[in-house]
């Protein structure tokens, strides 16, 4: 069983900064990548930023230049956001693939959530 857990949202001033962090912990053999979503009431869930294990970066079109994605070891990932936006305001999630063996297929979990509110 793996678990993430996220921390650092909370409320800003638009222009503002928060960092958020996700540790995963648990049964892992390797890790394939990391990343952070978001979602706002009654739309879909949308890719922010990715990272993998070879520590190359994906990032929204909407985050590019603000938002920073990195590693500070195999298992916890960060993602800088700044000069933030009231639109930013969402639940972001943390997301890992991994795999838990050798010979099985990869699994995708997500974290519980952390809520980032923008106000103007």
């Known amino acids: 069983q793996v678990q993430l857990v996220e921390s650092g949202g909370g409320l800003v001033q638009a222009g503002g900064s928060l960092r958020l962090s996700c540790a995963a912990s648990?049964?892992?053999?390797?890790?394939?990548?990391m990343g952070w979503y978001r979602q706002t009431p009654g739309k879909q869930r949308e890719m922010v930023a990715t990272?993998?294990?070879?520590?190359?970066k994906n990032y929204a079109d909407f985050v590019k230049g603000r938002f920073t994605i990195s590693r500070d070891s195999a298992e916890t990932v960060y993602l800088e956001m700044s000069s933030l936006k009231v639109e930013d305001t969402a639940v972001y999630y943390c997301?890992?693939?991994?795999?838990?063996?050798?010979?099985?297929?990869?699994?995708?979990?997500w974290g519980q959530g952390t809520q980032v509110t923008v106000s103007a």
């Open positions: 990272i993998t294990s070879g520590g190359i």
């Open positions: 648990g049964n892992i053999f390797r890790i394939n990548a």
């Open positions: 997301n890992c693939n991994y795999k838990p063996t050798l010979v099985r297929s990869s699994i995708d979990v």
